[in-house]
C-alpha cells in the first residue's frame, strides 16, 4: 500500500471478452488505495476532512509518478470508518477538485491501517 503500483490495463483485445473493442487509443490505470500519513494521524486528533485532504495529495502524487494528472482521475472509492462524516469527505473533495470532481463511492468499513478514518484508490485514464 501507498507505493508506486499502479496496475494497467491489457493492450489487447481478447474475442472471448464480454465487452466490445476498444474504439480510442485509452489505457486504464489503477492506483493502490492511499490512505493519509500515518504520522500525522497517530493521535487521533486530525479531522476526516483533513485525512480525506491527506489522501488526495497522495493520490495525487501517485497519479503524477504515472505521467497523468488529476483530470485524468476518472472515479475513486473511498473507505471510510466514520460513515457519519460523508459530508467532511465531500467538503474535502469540493476544495480538492477545482472544476471537475471525479466519480466517487463511499464504502464504509470497520477498521483501516494505521488507525486511519479515510483510505482512497483510483482509477484513470491514459489517453
Do not use: C, W
Request: aromatic letters at 8%; proline letters at 3%.
Amino acid at each position: 500500500m501507498n507505493g508506486d503500483a499502479a496496475r494497467y490495463e491489457g493492450d489487447h483485445f481478447k474475442a472471448t471478452a464480454g465487452y466490445g473493442a476498444r474504439k480510442r487509443n485509452l489505457q486504464l490505470v489503477f492506483f493502490d488505495a492511499q490512505y493519509p500519513d500515518p504520522e500525522q494521524t497517530a493521535d487521533g486528533h486530525q479531522s476526516v476532512e483533513s485525512q480525506t485532504v491527506n489522501a488526495l495529495e497522495r493520490v495525487e502524487a501517485a497519479v503524477g509518478r504515472s505521467d497523468l494528472d488529476l483530470d485524468d482521475v476518472l472515479r475513486t472509492t473511498v473507505y471510510t470508518t466514520d460513515l457519519d462524516r460523508i459530508d467532511a469527505i465531500e467538503s474535502a473533495y469540493d476544495a480538492y477538485f477545482d472544476d471537475r470532481r471525479p466519480a466517487m463511492t463511499v464504502v464504509g468499513v470497520s477498521e483501516l491501517p494505521n488507525d486511519v478514518a479515510v483510505q482512497i484508490e483510483a482509477t484513470g485514464v491514459k489517453r
